[in-house]
């Protein structure tokens, strides 16, 4: 499987339109969900994703094949994601302060990726950006830092808040769930 995939990625820098093709069958559903991730509108997030795709083709010959190929896409959809979200201006990462009730909540076991992406999608963009870089792409405070030009103080408040913000809308859905049933 390795050698296929450093096949057609050598056949897609010569410009075979056929492997570019495939590659961006192979990983086109995965790297929409990753700019869906970032941006609330499908036809934005589609629309990041193919400029995403370009980079990719245009700078596929920088590909090391150390690491995932997978990885080093994700990597370019993020950063085409927070281009688009600076350029914008959608962007606040300001360091107010909010005040929350603490609220017990209930386990999300049972809670479905849509509802899930839902609450993400409610939060204010700088909280989402944070907390998608942190808890789902798995970057560290001082890399988020670093990629968005804030300190890391900010990116722990970014991420504190957009958890607190996450299971108290999470808690509100559960109540209106419950309270309509």
């Not at 479905?112 to 999608?121: E, G, M, P, R, T």
């Not at 968005?148 to 859905?173: C, H, P």
Request: with cysteine; glycine share 4%.
């Amino acid at each position: 499987m390795h050698n296929k995939q450093k096949s057609l990625i050598k056949k897609a820098i010569d410009n075979n339109r056929e492997a570019q093709k495939q590659l961006f069958e192979q990983h086109s559903p995965k790297m929409l969900a990753v700019c869906r991730q970032y941006v609330k509108d499908m036809h934005h997030a589609e629309d990041l994703m193919l400029q995403g795709f370009l980079k990719v083709f245009t700078n596929l010959h920088t590909f090391k094949h150390q690491g995932s190929f997978e990885g080093w896409i994700r990597r370019i959809m993020v950063n085409t994601c927070i281009s688009y979200l600076r350029k914008k201006n959608l962007l606040d990462l300001s360091d107010e302060e909010y005040i929350f009730n603490d609220a017990a909540i209930e386990s999300l076991e049972n809670t479905s990726v849509k509802d899930i992406q839902k609450l993400i999608d409610k939060l204010p963009e700088g909280y989402k950006l944070v907390f998608n870089l942190f808890a789902i792409e798995g970057y560290k405070h001082l890399e988020i830092a670093d990629k968005l030009g804030i300190s890391v103080s900010t990116s722990k408040s970014q991420l504190f808040k957009a958890r607190k913000l996450l299971q108290e809308n999470y808690y509100k859905m559960n109540t209106t769930i419950h309270e309509n049933k």
